[in-house]
């Protein structure tokens, strides 16, 4: 049981290492379109491989490249969630630049690299070194601390990144199928997953003599986050951005301007005749930014003018409307051979299931509801 159990612990990361380097030859060829979010992926998924072959391979194969490093844990688990960070900034919009704040975030993996290289070159005699040596679980212990530690404040970060992020786009697209929010979702799981995986590490540390195992758990855990990770990551769609403004969670410059604009009742009618008669909302690519240009205004203002003369963010305005148009089509009597879907995609909707929940959302009740009290002259309006 045993040697089937190593096999197939083998054979995952060996998996996980050929796929993670045929993804970034594949993200990085020349006929993929190209964008900065996938070369954060692209090192992200590196790191990832790096580390599956280190836990794989380092103690049979390449122990002699490692004789000068002295033993304080595999410093790549500390560059995992820095990646992470920076691959949804770029997902959400905001360019990450080289700086010295972002070169902070690694500061906990050079200190490792650093403590490792200095420490095995200091004589063995040393009492600090004798230390280390006679306290090694300890030191062990403290390695995966500081990785807990990382990965929960990290996947705190993350998960208020997208909260803000989710609320802010709201503002801008009418439609949410291209921001994926279900890719999101899954994004924060494997994370999640990650992260639980460290904590059962350090429990095993702490408590248990036999570490063999909790490598090779990480190993396939890693294996499994670049299955995962490339797959999704490769299919997710580039996140659309606002013309005149970088859409980005936490920046206050995207958000509409109070003072200047004036959300008086005639521009709110401008706006409700236009919407009315000229149905901008039958597209389903619209944006607070094309709504804007057709109407011969900025973004901001009509941002300031829909969240504080209609009372609504820019997503629940223009989804109201074709909520009404999927009711008037329902009401009509040629389309009594169209399913509901085809009335949902006529009126600007893009998938059923955001169709569904939008619709029951405004009008308490299902599309096949509502269809069938139309039918029976029970609904009005």
Known sequence: MSEFLDQLFLIIIDGGIILGIFIVLLINHGGIRK?????????????FT????????????????????YNLGD???LLIAPLLWFYTEEL???????????????????????????????????????????????????????????????????????????????EEVSNTENVNISWVKFFMAVFLVINLFFLFGLFAVIHMDYMRWIWKAVGVAFSLSVFAL????????????????????????ALPEKSPVKTDQSRIDRLVVFMEERKP???????LSGLAKGLNMTRNHLSQLVNSGIGENFYD????????????????PRMRRFNLLGIALEAGFKSKSSFNLIFKRFTGLTPSEYRRNAGDGGVGG
């Not at 964008?35 to 998924?45: E, G, M, P, Q, T």
């Not at 999704?232 to 013309?243: C, D, V």
């Not at 305005?317 to 009509?332: C, H, S, T």
């Open 317 to 332: 305005f223009v989804n109201r409307y074709r909520v009404e148009e999927v009711k008037r089509l329902i009401r009509d």
């Open 92 to 170: 959400t919009g905001k360019r990450v630049r080289f700086s010295w704040e972002s070169v902070l975030h690694f500061v906990p993996f050079i200190l490792v690299v650093g403590c490792s290289l200095t420490f095995k070159s200091i004589s063995e005699d040393n009492p600090f070194i004798v230390f280390l040596d006679n306290h090694h679980r300890t030191t062990i212990t403290v390695f995966w601390v500081i990785v807990v530690i990382q990965f929960l404040c990290y996947q705190v970060f993350i998960q208020r990144k997208w909260l803000s992020y989710q609320k802010l786009i709201r």
């Open 230 to 253: 490339g797959y999704k990551g490769i299919l997710q769609k580039e996140i659309p951005h606002s013309n005149e403004t970088v859409i980005s969670a936490g920046q206050p410059e």
């Open 35 to 47: 964008s900065r979010a996938n070369i954060y992926l692209s090192v992200l998924l590196v790191a």
């Open 50 to 69: 790096f580390s599956i072959f280190h836990i794989g391979y380092a103690p049979r194969i390449v122990r002699h490249l490692s004789v000068h490093a």
């Open 75 to 77: 410093p790549t688990f």
């Open 281 to 287: 909302y039958l597209d389903p690519e619209l944006t």
